[in-house]
Every structure is written in C-alpha cells, then in structure tokens.
C-alpha cells in the first residue's frame, strides 16, 4: 500500500530549494532529526532569511550603544555605572490560536531576553491590534491576550507601564500581539550568549522539557493561517510565570556572583537554537547529551527534546570548577539544573544519546555505548542560514502623499455647516481607538517595583532610577492606517511619533527597537511593503539620530483573503537627566498660554477622523518632513530644559482638537482658543498630519517659546488660554481665506464648544461601550490628577 | 539607630522590593527574611509583602502559610510583636488565620490595579498611629483576590471591637459599597484591612509600600509604614505595644 504523504521536508515547512541548500552544507543528505533542527532554525522567526538583506540597511551604532543588533537585547549606557536593556517581540500566531497562552507566553519570552543579558526587567508594554471589535471573535480574543500579558507580568513582578490597543479590520483574522521589555544592569553585569571556552560546561535550569510548543516557530510563526487553525495548538508554548520568577532571580545571582561565561534563553527553536546560536557566536561547537535534559514526561522522541519550546527554560555556559556553586543556586530557587552538554573546538552541533544512561562521562567525553543522532556545523543553523532575495513589486494601484506645503484642498473641507464640530470631537473621543484605555491597563500591575511615575494611559510611561535623578521615558507607536498607503510613510512617521513622544517629556531618545508586522514575503506586493516599511525606518533613525538596537520581523500576517495592513511598531527608550524637570500632557493650570508649534498640512487619509466621516478617494495621508521632525523635538527637549513649558502634547490620532481636548481633561480645567482653519476646518481640527505640539506655558513666557521656537525654524503661533470649564475652538478665516468656505456650503465660523465634563465622558466610557465591557465598577476612570 | 524590620520573601514573592524601599524611606533597616528559614534575625517587626507566594495557583496565600518562615512569624505574633501584611501578604495571614475573614476573587473577576482612597478607622493603633488624619489615603491597590468577606456576624462583632483599620471610601469620603467602583474589588462595608484581637497584627490589600514618595504619585502610605516603624521601635525598646490589648483581654473577648 502506498501512501501519499508529502516528503518529510515539506511537511516541516521547508521548501525544496532549502533541502537542496542543506546538502549543499552537509555535503550529504540530513536525517530526520537534522532536518527537524534545520526546520526551526531556518524558520523565518529564527532565520530572517527574507528580511536580512534588508535589515542590514539599518543603523545601528551610537557612541552609548552597548550590546546591539544580534543580541538577544540592545543595551545602552546611561550613566552613573547602569545601562538599559530592551527589546519588542511579536507573539502574533500563538495569541490568535490561543490568546492566553500566546500572549503570556509572549511576555515570558521578551522578559527573559532581557534579563538573559544580565538586566533586571523593569517594564512591560504591549502593543495589541485587532479587528472589530464588536466582533465576538474579536472580544474572546481581547480578553484572553489581555488575560494573559496581566497574568503573566503582573505575576512576575514586572509593571506593565504603557502600550497601545487598536482596532482595524485588517486584523479580523490575524491579531497583533507586540511585547516589549526594559530592563536596568550594572556595568560589568552585561552577559553576551557567546559559548566561549572549550571544555566548558553546557547548564540547562528553569522547567523541564515537554511536547508543548513543538515547531512553534515553523508551524506557526513562519506561515500564514489557513483552515486547519485548531489543529495547530500543540504549537502553542505554555507559560508558567511563578517559574519565570524564580529562573529570573536566580538569573541573576548567577550574574551577580560571576558564575556564568554566558546566558541566552530558549525561546523559539528551544534547545536547538540556544546551543547552535550560542556556538555560533563564539566559532565554537557543542557536544549535546539528549539524556541528560530533564524532561516532563517519558516517551520524547529525539526531535521533539531538541525543538521543544517549552517555557521558562536558560542555558548557561559554565566553567567545570563552578558547577557545583551553579547548581547550589538554582536548587535555593528550586530549579532543576543539568549538564546537558560540552562546549567543543570543533564547531559542530552535536547531538548524542547512549539511550537515557548518559552519553557524556564526566569529562565531557562521549561514553562508548553513545550514538551520533545528530551532526551539523553550528553556523549552518545560525549564521550561514539560508537568505533569500525576495522578489518586490510596487502595486499599481498607489495614493500618495501630498507634497509638502501643498495647498489644502476643499475635499477636506469637512464639517460641513450643520454639522458640529463639537459632536465630531466627542465622536473621536469616544471612539475605540482614541477613548481612554483604563479598562484594559487597570488589569494590569502598572507600579510595582516602585519605579512608576508616569501610570500608562497618558502618552509615555515614566519610570525614575532609584537612586539618581534620573528616569527612564518609554513608549510604543505603529501607524498601520497610514502605512497602508505609502508603507516607507507608514514606518517614518511610527518612529517619528514614538520619539515625540519620549521628546515630550524632556527626555532624549537613546534607542529604537522595533517589530516589523508584515505580510507572506513570498508575495511580491507583500515583499515590497517590507521593504519600504525597512527603509522609512532607516531613514527616520538616520534623521533623528537614533540607532536601532535590535527588534524582531513577524511575517506572514495573513487570514485567508487578507493580508493585515504594514505594521511597523516601533519601542522606544529614552532619557531623562532630571526627573524633576519632567513635562506631562496634562494642563497644569489656569490662565495658562497656549501655544501651537508647526502647521497643518493637507492629507486626511489614514486619519481616525477618516475612520469616522471618510476622506475623498483621491485624498492622501499628510506628508512628513524629517528634518522638520528633528528640529520640533530638539525645540521642545531645549524648551522643557529652559523651564519653559508648563505640559506639552503632540498631534497625533484624532488631531489637534483631541489632543487639546485630552489636556484640558487630563488637567482638569478648560480652554479657549482661535484657530485660523482657512479652507479645511476639518484639516486644521482633526487631521493628524506630523511634526505639530500643543504646548502649554505660562504668558510671560509666551514669547521666550516662540523665539526659541522660530529659532529652531519652525511655525508658531500662541492661540489660546487655559482656564474655564468648556474647550472652545473658535474657527477664523487663516491665510489666503476668502470665503470660499461659503461658496461651497460650508462655513468657519461654526465654533467648538463642549463642556469639558461631556469630554471626559465620552473618553471615559467609549472603550467599555466598544467591547461589551460595561459594568458600574468598570465604569469611569478618574480623568483628574 | 534605625530599628530591624523583617521583609518575608517567599518564592514569587515581588514587592518585596516595593517594600525595602517603604521602609528604608520612613527610616527602618530592612531585613530579608528567606522563607526557609525559621531564625527572625532579631527583627523587631515583620511585613509581608505582596505578590504572588509559590505562584498562587490554588488560592493566594494557602501554600505560604505552610512554609518554615511562617510558623516563627506566629511565635512572633504570639509574643504581641507587629506583623503587617500587605496584598499577598494580607492573604498569607488571613489563610494562617492570624487576622479573621477571607480575601475573594474579586467582584469583577479581574485583576484590578488602580489608585484607591482609604479612611483609617482608628488612629491609636500599632499601624496607624503616625497617621497625621483619617484621610482619605491615596494609594493603589493591585490585586485579583481581594474581596474582604466574613458572615454577617462576624463583620458586626469585628465593627463592635474595632478591628476594621481601613476602609475604601469615595470622592465624597463616604464608605464606597461593594458596587460602587471606588470600592476596587466588592469588599463587603468597603473593609481594605483589618486586624486579630489583640491588636499587633494587621493585613491590607491596598500597598502603602508604593505609596511613599510624591514623585510616585502620592505619599500617603507613609504614615502607615512610619506607624509600623514606630511600633518596631517601641517594642524593641520594651517588648510591648501601645494600642494593643493583653493576652487575657483578647481570651475574654
């Protein structure tokens, strides 16, 4: 009887011109265990084998850059003898399958790369995208991802302190689930996972090896969904966080007490890729005992003990004489700890059996009852993996952006007369994307540790360094709306955002880490957003003079018929001299000034008011000015230094209105202010085009900021004052206005005036009302300080 | 000289950290306790702190009470030293049942983390003594099994002896009941923490540990870990507490 199975390869997630490449490094043909490590290692999670060509491109270098690009975590310096580790990973395929665990599990991974690198882990943020959220798919998947990242972290101990939540309909049937980590190390703490030293010990400690998780990283990761999805959850790792605190404080008293010559977490590809990489690094080889991994259950196939992505596990790389101090200390965390293997000169990875009596004598020397299951050179895993050079196509059918200082045109001359723009900016405010997210943050242990000083939920996080003055300013931002359009925008602009966002505060972006969402590589059109989403990143750190220390690629975004939209999400770090210099977004008082640096451009497209009342066809999203961008955010770090700002927001999702509107909500006291709208109010209200700030100063000195503020080049206009409780937008004729707003119907002279009250419900309340959440306790957040 | 106060680390223990730092900021030596260990170490109060003690997965605080560490922070108890347990801290005392009731899930079956108000019920006690007023008292709470309950007769009997330290209370001041979102978990009568018949040992779910500096958003949990450094002081200075009871009070009670 024959059977038509498709050869082994195939059903591993390799194509044929990869087996070919195997060969071609083995100079044989693999066995079936071979081609299962070779599976997961050249994933494209583990590989990068489309997107290399293209990261290269990237910059990565700066003067405070520590450990960078290639590490499992970028760490800078940051003065007094400390530096900062950090990191984002996707965790997509495993929370759309099963959301608790995908998302838990998520956290654990991005947790241990940190402190894999000698880091205490002092932040989470996630950033979560969905579709409809009306959707009841949608809903169970809200609430187990957000399930999962709180059960996780708030039960390691780590605060969840900032993120974004989305929703759009490119991602009904491939959630996003983005984590990213920030941890704090001593200089001289700093462990490379490098398997340095031949004769050295290979330490496996944390869990035990099970079946969970086999091929994560192929199966799941690195192909689109089709219609088998249940099928796929044995994919799915399974977290346990009272492990992962344990494996993290005995992480680092090993650390701490030197006993290490290097770390590096099994995550994807398990024990496969820890020791290949490890190796790697160091031109090294690895002799691997398979008996000697402590495992769940009897009856582990080879294979499946090798790529197992069974959770909360390390492998260390021990000198012989300090086994005995390394198993102390993780039995004191009670840790099952093992010698699995020896590093070797012979840069193999090798895998042995002598069929579970122990294949390794104590001398690191094969037994002579042990069998070779398993030989390949440790950079044909990892380094000399296979790159493919992936075929690009610019669509046919492309929207651009408008050239920069290209005239507002009527077609974004909304609202229309009769139509308040009052109602519209409490549409916004209460929308699923802009209203308040304290349903989902307040699930989350945001201040443990003691560090937190800016609470999620108000632009970005703030974490003070115990023991200097010093603070840590974090946040995450991916425009997908905007990159769906013009993909090398979409990307610019995400950087652009998340250090505004970090400039903001006073702080000086130090590092980007990114998450580049993406759909199947293999697809030209597919290929091409990639490519430009990597290029607009790359341009953006070049302009901003910030290095990228490392990130992840999540590819083959893809549900039957849709491709979600170009996602690069960007995580950022930066840094704050004095804590007590901080600027927050909220208004600090009345009868402040307040005053509008930079000018609106044309373009509604990709804007949430787009979401709400739609743009014209023809309309494209705002241009973004680079160099601009670069010279707004040293204004206002100059600015805020000076003390010349009272609280500072930028423009962004909703526009200038919700983000006046959220100041005077946030600060508890209203506005008033005169806006020249000219053609477009709709532009000059709700448009989100970039490189804009509203920002709050005392009126003596009004005039310091706009010097300072023409000083740097840049438009500036005071336009208003804090005080009252309305937020009133009084429209006016701008530049060039001669009334030809009336001639097409419409008219400027209809004002916004709402209570700041009403603001603050629609906020409030729009996120429960979107998910069904609505319960009294789940009710309103306390908007004032 | 700063007074001794011992910190119980369980494994998954993690505001541990949170609580080094109440204590150092109002002036006492921190002193770890490993949950192994049955020695005190000389301390002259304990804390325990919260988070999650061997994981929490069966219920909070129900295998912690089991461990070495716990059987000497009885004795210790016993000897009317103070003890103050905060979040999973609170949970470990109220399963050794060194304090009375029992900590829920919470009405909203969700972990819930946010800034609460507090009002201190009585200020002549070893845990609220330096408070300057009843409040309220901003500080955040962080937990998902934090619901207070005890049957009716037993919330009356704890009212009558003035057990209930501190309670949830709204913008108003007024005590939020269990479904009013002031009140963080459905706490019945709003109780955040309570304490034994004696009178030396205390839980709370809200965290005073994190709430000791401005710049992390209030310091209105200091006056309660300066009380407890204060009541260290003065029974180490002379092995009994204000505004606690004898032994032979509590037995005829």
Redesign the interface.
């Known amino acids: 009887m024959t059977v038509d199975a498709p050869p082994l390869h195939r059903a591993l997630g390799l194509a044929d011109v990869e087996l070919d490449a195997i060969r071609d490094r083995l100079g044989r043909d693999p066995n079936d265990l071979e081609l299962a490590m070779f599976s997961v290692m050249w994933s494209e999670h583990c590989s990068y084998k489309s997107s290399r060509p293209l990261l290269r491109t990237l910059p990565t270098t700066g003067d405070d850059v520590v450990a960078g690009v290639g590490e499992q975590a970028g760490v800078i310096a940051i003065g007094d003898g400390l530096a900062v580790a950090f990191k984002i990973e996707s965790h997509n395929h495993p929370s759309a399958v099963e959301p608790y665990q995908g998302a838990a599990t998520g956290v654990g991974g991005i947790l241990r790369d940190v402190f894999a690198m000698g880091a205490r882990p002092i932040a989470v943020l996630d950033a979560l995208r969905f579709g409809d959220p009306s959707d009841a798919r949608t809903r169970h998947l809200v609430d187990g991802v957000v ?1 999962g990242v ?2 996780y972290g ?4 780590v605060p969840t302190v900032g993120g974004e939540l989305v929703f759009d309909p490119s991602y009904q049937g491939n959630p996003l689930v983005n984590v990213m980590a920030i941890g704090l190390l001593e200089d001289g703490k700093l462990t490379r996972a490098s398997a340095d030293g031949p004769g050295n010990l290979v330490v496996l400690y944390g869990s035990a090896t099970g079946r969970d998780g086999i091929g994560g990283a192929s199966v799941l990761a690195s192909a689109t969904f089709g219609t088998q999805d249940p099928s796929k959850r044995p994919a799915v790792q399974v977290g ?4 992962e ?2 494996l993290i404080e005995a992480t680092l008293e090993l650390i701490a007490k030197g006993l290490v010559v290097s770390i590096q977490d099994l995550g994807a590809a398990g024990v496969t890729c820890a020791v290949s990489e490890t190796a790697d690094r160091a031109g090294t080889g690895v002799l691997v005992d398979l008996d000697a991994i402590p495992r769940r259950e009897p009856g582990l196939e080879p294979f499946e003990v090798m790529i197992s992505e069974s959770q909360e596990r390390m492998v260390a790389i021990v000198e012989p004489g300090r086994w005995e101090a390394v198993r102390a200390v993780c039995q004191r ?2 840790l099952p700890v093992a010698v699995i293997g020896r590093v070797t000169e012979e840069p193999d990875i090798v895998v042995l059996t002598a069929d579970g009596a122990g294949a390794l004598d104590t001398d690191g020397r094969p037994v002579e009852a042990a069998r070779e299951l398993a030989r390949i050179p440790a950079r044909a895993l990892a380094s000399e993996a296979i790159v493919f050079e992936r075929e690009s196509r610019q669509p046919a059918r492309r929207r651009a952006a408008p050239a920069p200082g290209a005239p507002l045109e009527p077609v974004d001359a909304l609202p229309l007369r009769g139509q308040d723009p009052g109602a519209v900016l409490l549409a916004l405010l209460g929308s699923p994307n802009l209203s308040s997210r ?1 349903p989902v ?13 800016a ?1 999620p939920g108000r632009g970005a996080a703030v974490l ?1 360094i ?1 023991g200097t003055t010093k603070a840590l300013v974090a946040a995450t931002d991916g425009n997908a709306p905007v990159g769906a359009i013009d993909p090398w925008l979409g990307a610019a602009w995400s950087v652009a955002e998340a250090a505004r966002n970090v400039s903001i505060t006073g702080a000086r972006p130090l590092g980007v880490t990114n998450c580049l969402n993406y759909g199947d590589p293999t697809r030209p059109e597919a290929f091409w957003q990639l490519a430009e989403g990597v290029r607009g990143l790359g341009d953006a750190c070049r302009a901003l003079g910030v290095p990228v220390t490392g990130g992840n690629v999540s590819l083959y975004n893809e549900a039957p018929g849709s491709a979600i939209d170009p996602t690069p999400e960007i995580g950022i770090v930066g840094l704050l001299a004095d ?1 007590a210099t901080l600027v927050g977004p909220a208004f600090t008082g009345d009868d402040h000034a307040i005053v509008l640096v930079g000018e609106a451009a044309a373009g509604l497209a990709g804007s949430e008011y787009e979401r709400l009342a739609g743009a014209a066809p023809e309309d494209g999203p705002p241009a973004l000015d680079l160099e601009r961008e670069r010279r707004l955010q040293a204004f206002i770090r100059e600015a805020i230094a000076r003390g010349l700002v009272g609280s500072c927001q930028d423009v962004s999702g909703g526009g200038l209105a919700v983000a006046v509107a959220e100041m005077a909500i946030w600060g508890g006291t209203g506005a008033r202010l005169r806006l020249p709208v000219g053609d477009s109010p709709a532009v000059a209200l709700f448009g989100e085009s970039p490189s804009r700030l509203v920002v709050e100063t005392l009126p003596r000195h009004a005039p310091a900021l706009e010097l300072l503020a023409r000083h740097h080049g840049l438009p500036v206009e005071t336009v208003g004052t804090t005080g009252g409780a309305r937020l009133m937008i009084e429209l006016t004729g701008g530049r060039g206005a001669t009334g030809a707003a009336e001639e097409r119907g419409g008219s400027i002279a209809d004002a916004l005036d709402v209570p700041v009250a009403d603001l603050r419900h629609a906020w409030e309340h729009g996120l429960n009302r979107a998910l069904g959440w609505d ?8 908007g004032a300080r | 000289m700063s007074v001794r106060v011992g910190v119980v680390l369980f ?2 223990s ?2 541990d ?2 609580a080094i ?2 204590l150092t900021v109002a002036g006492a030596e921190p002193v770890i306790l490993w949950h192994e260990q049955a020695d005190l170490d000389g301390v002259s109060a304990i804390l325990l702190p ?3 003690a ?4 069966l219920r909070a605080g129900v295998i912690a009470r089991f461990s070495p560490v716990m059987r000497s922070v009885a004795a210790f108890a016993g000897r009317g030293g103070p003890v103050l347990g905060i979040c999973n801290g609170f949970q470990v005392l109220a399963e050794a049942g060194l304090v009375p009731g029992a900590l829920l899930r919470n ?2 079956l ?6 609460v108000s507090l009002r201190a019920e009585h200020l002549d006690t070893p845990f609220t003594r330096e408070l300057a007023g009843a409040g309220p008292l901003r500080m ?1 709470v ?1 937990h ?1 099994e934090g619901c207070y309950f005890a049957d009716d007769a037993t919330l009356d009997a704890l009212e009558a002896d003035g057990r209930v330290l501190w309670r949830y209370v709204g913008e108003d001041g007024e005590v939020a009941a269990p ?3 002031a ?2 978990n ?1 706490s019945l009568r709003g109780i955040a923490g309570v304490r034994n018949a004696a009178g030396n040992v205390a839980g709370l779910m809200p ?1 005073p ?2 709430a ?2 401005s ?3 209030s310091d209105d949990g200091l006056g309660i870990l300066r009380s407890l450094v204060v009541s260290a002081r003065e029974y180490a200075q002379t092995g009994e507490l204000s505004g606690v009871r004898a032994a032979a009070a509590v037995a005829a009670s």
């Open positions: 399930r709180g059960g708030n039960c390691v101990g346990d966080p009272f492990a605190k344990l965390w009670d304290h943050y307040e699930q989350y242990d945001s201040n443990v540790q003691s560090n937190t000083v609470a003070r115990k804590v319960a009294p306790w789940a009710g309103a957040a306390e | 494994p998954g993690n505001r950290i949170d730092n109440g919260g988070g999650f061997y994981g929490d997965y009405r909203g969700r972990f819930v983390c946010r800034q955040p962080a998902g479904d009013e979102r009140n963080p459905g965290h540990e994190t000791v500096e710049i992390l958003g």
